[in-house]
């Protein structure tokens, strides 16, 4: 079938692919990868072969020449699929300025959905999945980035933030400033790859504990709402065995 397909790829794992995204993958015209490497890997690992299609690097802010030749490929019927590096495009990830276009044209436009590293460290937090809210990566500069925690510290969701290991400390310290110590968190790393670590704890703990480490890997941090610091299984424990000290509270629970 004609028209754009944008296709997620794993995370890590690299059977974490859809069959519908090998589908694809096997069978559109013209590839498209931000990083034509990791795509052709991805293929040979899964035995897909590229047979002597071509695979095209685009990239949103450098691919405006790409783009029109994309466009014009799918005007003239054929099937076009994009993967962005890992997990799902357009997710802190190139692919919005083409699916723009496609729109705008009135092509078709299908999407195979599939891993995303937000998702996955949702899936892993202990923090509440109802309602939240995706913030990418923050701005690198301190002033800059304190400014947008403070534009949603209120908001009544969890907070799911994407960072770079070397400024992982920075964005800590700036989330216990500016959130509030006891708010909730999880920083999830290394997602579904082999040294997948997941630490929950409040924003105090978690800056503390992290100081004198070196963080390595991928990251996301994940921010339980206001005012919902939830109880774990430890702190219940904690609590039990303090309310136990006392004697009205033994007898209670003798009787
Ligand atoms: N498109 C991707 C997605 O759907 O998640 C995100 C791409 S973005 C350029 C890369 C960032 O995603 C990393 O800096 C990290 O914050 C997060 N990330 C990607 N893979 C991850 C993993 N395996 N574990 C933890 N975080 C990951």
């Given at each position: 079938q004609p028209g754009l397909y944008l296709v997620a790829t794993p995370i890590g794992t690299a059977r974490d692919i859809t069959l519908r995204a090998l589908d694809i993958l096997a069978?559109?015209?013209?590839?498209?990868?931000?990083?034509?490497?990791s795509l052709k890997k991805l293929l040979a690992i899964h035995g897909v072969p590229l047979g002597d299609r071509p695979v095209w690097s685009y990239h949103d802010h450098s691919g405006a020449g790409t783009r029109a030749k994309l466009v014009?490929?799918?005007?003239q019927g054929r099937s076009v699929a994009y993967a962005s590096e890992a997990g799902t495009p357009m997710v802190?990830?190139?692919?919005?300025?083409l699916a723009r276009e496609m729109i705008a044209a009135d092509l078709p436009?299908?999407?195979?959905?599939g891993p995303s590293a937000a998702i996955a460290?949702?899936?892993?937090?202990?923090?509440?999945?109802d309602r939240f809210l995706f913030l990418g990566f923050l701005p690198p500069k301190a002033t800059a980035r304190k400014k947008a925690l403070a534009e949603v510290s209120q908001v009544p969701c969890s907070l799911v933030i994407y960072e770079s290991p070397k400024r992982v400390h920075a964005l800590l310290n700036d989330l216990r400033d500016v959130l509030g110590s006891s708010r909730p968190a999880a920083l999830c790393r290394e997602l579904t790859k082999r040294f997948e670590e997941v630490v929950r704890t409040p924003l105090d703990d978690l800056a503390a504990e992290l100081t004198d480490r070196t963080i390595k890997?991928?990251?996301v941090v994940v921010v339980g709402p206001p005012g919902a610091a939830e109880w774990t299984e430890d702190d219940m424990r904690d609590a039990l065995a303090e309310a136990l000290k006392t004697q009205s509270v033994r007898d209670a629970a003798a009787f």
């Open positions: 069978s559109a015209e013209i590839l498209v990868a931000e990083d034509t490497r014009e490929a799918v005007k802190s990830d190139p692919g919005f300025d436009l299908t999407g195979a959905p460290a949702l899936l892993l937090s202990g923090l509440p999945t890997g991928e990251c």
